[in-house]
T-cell receptor, first 113, second 111 residues
Framework: DGGITQSPKYLFRKEGQNVTLSCEQN?????MYWYRQDPGQGLRLIYY???????QKGDIAEGYSVSREKKESFPLTVTSAQKNPTAFYLC????????????FGPGTRLTVL | GQQLNQSPQSMFIQEGEDVSMNCTSS?????WLWYKQDPGEGPVLLIA?????ELTSNGRLTAQFGITRKDSFLNISASIPSDVGIYFC???????????FGAGTQVVVTP
């Protein structure tokens, strides 16, 4: 089955700790994206990558970092510099024959205590 | 970044009624997408539109790509309880780079 997986589904961390969220896709898509969603709000772009070993900041990149060493993987690190990290994080990808369509993973809910 | 203007923000309807929502952009798009998101889940792509004036259906859902290329509409006919959720529009002006999103329309269906 082709798709996007995010793990874990729920994540708890203490304030001041860095945490890495996983995103893997087997759709052979070139582009991958990370979004943040807060209650009652739309999606805000954190980082995106259009090709391996390259990525660009989105609208709210401060306090986050990413890497794109493999086409299938685009992990997001939420650093201690992120002032309000508790949120629902969504990974997405686009590419191939459906390059104008974006597909989402199931999301990771991060709670910082 | 620019967000799309999506309305209405929420809708409370009775089972069997039709639902309409729309999105507008200040710039021209070459792609419009409509998603549904259930609580605690990722958005699921419902319909993709690529040409001005295009009308596409997916079951009881129908979406249109506006003639001006700055807007799109989604209709749900004969709503049922499982239509409950948040519907998002998305689009982008070219074939690469960032997608832009609406803030979502929350649909509540009462029996």
């Amino acid at each position: 089955d082709g798709g996007i997986t995010q793990s874990p589904k729920y994540l708890f961390r203490k304030e001041g700790q860095n945490v890495t969220l996983s995103c893997e896709q087997n759709l052979n898509h070139d582009a991958m994206y990370w979004y943040r969603q807060d209650p009652g709000q739309g999606l805000r772009l954190i980082y995106y990558s259009q090709i391996v070993n390259d990525f660009q900041k989105g609208d709210i990149a401060e306090g986050y970092s990413v890497s794109r060493e493999k086409k299938e993987s685009f992990p997001l690190t939420v650093t201690s510099a992120q002032k309000n990290p508790t949120a629902f994080y969504l990974c997405a990808s686009s590419g191939g024959a459906s390059y104008n369509e974006q597909f989402f993973g199931p999301g990771t809910r991060l709670t910082v205590l | 970044g620019q967000q799309l203007n999506q309305s209405p923000q929420s809708m409370f309807i009775q089972e069997g009624e039709d639902v309409s929502m729309n999105c507008t952009s200040s710039s021209i798009f070459n792609t419009w997408l409509w998603y549904k998101q259930d609580p605690g889940e990722g958005p699921v792509l419902l319909i993709a539109l690529y040409k001005a004036g295009e009308l596409t259906s997916n079951g009881r859902l129908t979406a249109q790509f506006g003639i001006t290329r700055k807007d799109s509409f989604l209709n749900i006919s004969a709503s049922i309880p499982s239509d409950v959720g948040i519907y998002f529009c998305a689009g982008r002006p070219d074939s690469w780079g960032k997608f832009q999103f609406g803030a979502g329309t929350q649909v509540v269906v009462t029996p």
